[in-house]
């Protein structure tokens, strides 16, 4: 019984544990990066070139964290991955088409929206590299 509430806590401790604005200690290299470039300009296109390099960055990040997460689980555990990384691209793809929206019907900020989409990819790869985390931290205890 102990050992069932243990991994119960262990559980719910990793899903409270992988929200990305509530785990990070330290800032993620790609948005130190972004900080900085944002930081040494002043002009529109200049911004959007530093998102659009920070969305470049995240997008290549997420691969290869799924990569690593999908290897460090049990083989009978990689379709549920999938099926979660599918859904969180509807999610992804739904976001964006009301982004997109939101733009086509009023004059609206162009580079808050564009900066929202890179958020949403890199909040996504934080999170998936908080799972694989925690699968590499639970694999060491075994």
Excluded at 27 to 41: F, L, Q, R, S
Excluded at 54 to 74: C, D, F, H, P, T
Excluded at 76 to 102: C, G, I, R
Aim: charged share 25%; hydrophobic share 40%; aromatic share 10%.
């Amino acid at each position: 019984m102990q050992k069932v509430i243990l991994t119960t806590g262990l559980i719910f401790s990793a899903f409270a544990w992988s929200a990305p604005s509530e785990c990070e200690t330290e800032p993620h290299p790609i948005d130190v990066k972004y900080e900085a470039c944002m930081e040494n300009t002043n002009d529109y296109p200049a911004m959007m070139n530093c998102v659009e390099i920070a969305n470049s960055e995240w997008q290549k990040e997420m691969s290869v964290i799924y990569g690593k997460l999908e290897s460090r689980l049990q083989p009978k555990d990689h379709s549920t991955l999938e099926k979660a990384q599918k859904a969180w691209q509807a999610y992804h793809d739904a976001e964006f088409a009301l982004y997109n929206a939101m733009q086509a019907g009023e004059e609206v900020d162009t580079f808050m929206f564009a900066e929202k989409k890179m958020r949403v990819i890199g909040d996504r790869a934080k999170e998936l590299q908080n799972f694989s985390d925690y699968v590499l931290l639970a694999d060491a205890e075994k």
